[in-house]
């Protein structure tokens, strides 16, 4: 037996609604064509689907057998129809995105651009905004609804209402220019850093914030000489002899080739810290940003 889907559809609506006026009112159609639709397939089921009332109509028992089963496919068509619309968003639309200013370009080569590039080739026509700003304000524009996603450096867990889905965890090194040369001679506690000039990323910056927190934890005054907008401006003023700086291993391993700077041994290994994807617990699951995120997680590093 073969039975048009426009029938099916008429028969849901009509059903939905108890009455076939209704019906058509949703459909758009005429009542006339509603009772005949119905009438065809009530003829081709071999069965009565509705009982006429002054108030409208009710399904016969058979009826409801079918209006469980219609109303079933409907929502599964609702639910394509949603998806598709999904895919059609993601094609016009734009994701916001904020790199903290504490990834290193070199990060930012390893660990995000190949997902970017696989995600833009999934999705040519998606539009990538990108912005840079501190960990913390990242963090704030998340949780406001004004940047879908944000790749920062973290440290512990974030207040506010964001999630965070941990995609690399590292530890910084310290290192030096030759003017202070003398102090790779051995391991340096943390306590004999604060004799000398610090050169840190900016205070309003999660880095900052880390090393603050680390120093006070040992009893110690972190209070950087220096503080710089990104971290290439960290190594760029260690190498300059202008302090002793903080910074991510694989961005200062040429200069450490080159000996423009050294890495100063210490007593105790810093703390772990984290690069990780920021994203609001509303993202919603099919959305440009919740492709991308499901991206990310997909490529972790280890």
């Known amino acids: ?28 159609n005429s009542q006339p064509n509603i009772t005949r639709t119905i009438n065809n397939l009530e003829s081709l089921l071999g069965v009565r689907l509705f009982e006429r009332t002054h108030s409208g109509v009710k399904l016969t028992p058979e009826g409801e057998v079918l209006y469980k ?21 993601m094609r016009l639309g734009n994701i916001t995105i904020g790199f903290s200013i504490g990834i290193t370009d070199k990060l930012i080569n390893e660990l995000v651009l190949p997902v970017l590039r696989s995600f833009h080739e999934a999705y040519p026509d998606l539009r990538l905004q990108i912005f840079n700003n501190s960990t913390p304000q990242l963090v704030r524009d998340v949780e406001e609804g004004t940047m879908d996603l944000a790749i920062v450096t973290t440290s512990g867990e974030h207040a506010g209402n964001v999630r965070e889905h941990i995609l690399y965890t590292f530890r910084d090194i310290v290192i030096a220019g030759k003017a202070y040369r003398d102090l790779t001679s051995g391991p340096v506690s943390l306590e004999s850093l604060t004799h000398h000039p610090i050169v840190s990323l900016w205070h309003e910056t999660e880095t900052y914030n880390f090393y603050n927190a680390h120093f006070e934890s040992r009893g110690l005054k972190f209070a950087p000489t220096v503080e710089t907008a990104t971290a290439g401006q960290v190594l760029s003023f260690v190498e300059s002899n202008m302090g002793i700086g903080f910074i991510y291993p694989d961005h200062a391993s040429e200069s450490l080739s080159k000996k423009t700077v050294y890495e100063l041994e210490m007593e105790e290994k810093l703390p772990e810290r984290k690069i990780s994807l920021i994203h609001s617990p509303s993202l919603q699951k099919g959305s440009a940003a919740y492709m991308l995120k499901s991206f990310f997680d997909q490529n972790k590093k280890a």
């Open 1 to 28: 037996m073969s039975v048009s889907y426009e029938y099916y559809k008429i028969f849901y609506y009509a059903a939905k609604y108890r009455s076939f006026n209704k019906a058509a009112s949703a459909l758009r």
């Open 69 to 89: 089963h219609v109303q079933a496919a409907h929502r599964h068509f609702e639910i394509a129809e949603d998806e598709i619309e999904s895919i059609r968003s």
